[in-house]
């Protein structure tokens, strides 16, 4: 489309930084999962990991995928099934409700009509015209129950990410694993600190310069999940439209914020509120983050300032 400019696309930067001095054994299990690029290594040598982990994150997607024909989200959004079959995708959906509440609305699921309509996936994005916005709009609904309402269109791209991190850190700590690194493209999840006892230094991206690291933090049973307007993104008319949308307007959010980082123990809770406080803004969200245990956040605005709530690790 003329005055169009793709700037990016699927590929979330790599967040990991010089994360571990090479240690003897390292497992590592890589591959295009959720439409991302998955890179999950371990600090050991783990034969019967590397094969069953791949086996899992197959079945993940078989729940998750939203464009699969035979995924369980993919039959509940199409009424194939009247309700979710396994408990993974309920408990998911019930997490999705509760940060909906949490982030008063910022974050809403059944945002799928209007995301639908901005296809941040294909080579030639385009701006949907606002009266298509403006019906998908009318489709989102406050406060639903997804485990029953079948009219909803529900897109879990905010937190789907997290809700897989959660689970393979799951299996890997069944497994007895106790050093690793979970990337699913970007949102990191590790598990305990490196096999010499020190943390992992994870890098967030600086939101300008794909590659380029604004700053690190050191973590050791940790999630860092960082939302940010470069991820899925074009230019249209000298405009940046992202994948980030604000449920009351059915555009991109324009709260003025380049990325949200969050730091904490749950990686459903980093990825829900990475994204909600995209929506919400620098003060509303520092706001929410302050009222919540044991969870920080960076927010870096459109000028490249960052903002950490009062217990964000110094550098
Ligand atoms: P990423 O998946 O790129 O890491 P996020 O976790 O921030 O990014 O989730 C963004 C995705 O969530 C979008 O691609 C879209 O599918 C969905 N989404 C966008 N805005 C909202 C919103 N306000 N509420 C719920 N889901 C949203
Ligand atoms: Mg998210």
Not at 115 to 144: E, M, R
Not at 145 to 169: H, M, N, P, Q, T
Not at 219 to 236: L, M, P, Q
Request: net charge negative; proline share 5%; with cysteine.
């Amino acid at each position: 489309m003329v005055g169009m400019k793709k700037l990016c696309f699927c590929l979330i930067p790599i967040l990991l930084l010089c994360s571990c001095s090479r240690a003897a054994q390292i497992t590592e299990v890589n591959g295009f999962y959720f439409d991302t690029y998955v890179n999950i290594t371990l600090y050991e040598d783990n034969v019967s990991v590397k094969t069953e982990l791949p086996k899992l994150l197959s079945s993940l997607e078989l729940i998750y995928s939203p464009t699969l024909p035979e995924s369980e989200l993919y039959r509940l959004n199409h009424a194939l099934i009247r309700k979710p079959e396994s408990e993974e995708l309920r408990k998911t959906l019930e997490e999705a409700m509760y940060y909906e509440v949490l982030s008063g609305g910022a974050l809403n699921a059944s945002i799928g009509s209007v995301s639908a309509l901005w296809d941040f996936h294909t080579d030639s994005p385009a701006v949907p015209d606002s009266a298509s916005v403006n019906a998908a709009l009318k489709q989102i609904k406050k406060g639903a129950d997804y485990l029953s309402d079948r009219e909803l269109s529900l897109d879990l791209g905010c937190i789907a990410k997290g809700a897989i991190s959660f689970r393979v850190r799951d299996y890997l700590l069944d497994q007895g694993v106790s050093s690793a690194i979970i990337d699913l493209g970007g949102n990191v999840v590790v598990i305990g600190g490196k096999p010499d006892g020190r943390p992992f230094t994870v890098g967030i991206q600086d939101p300008l310069a794909k590659d380029k690291v604004l700053r690190t933090v050191q973590v050791k049973d940790c999630c860092v999940v960082t939302s940010g307007t470069y991820e899925r993104c074009f230019e249209a008319d000298g405009k940046l439209y992202h994948h980030i949308l604000d449920p009351q307007t059915g555009y991109p959010a324009e709260s003025g914020l380049s990325s949200v980082t969050i730091l904490c123990a749950d990686p459903v809770m980093a990825d829900a509120l990475s994204t909600a406080c995209m929506v919400l803004g620098k003060e509303e969200g520092l706001a929410l983050i302050e009222t919540i245990d044991d969870c920080e956040a960076l927010f870096i605005d459109g000028d490249m300032n960052m903002y950490p709530s009062s217990g964000f690790p110094p550098q």
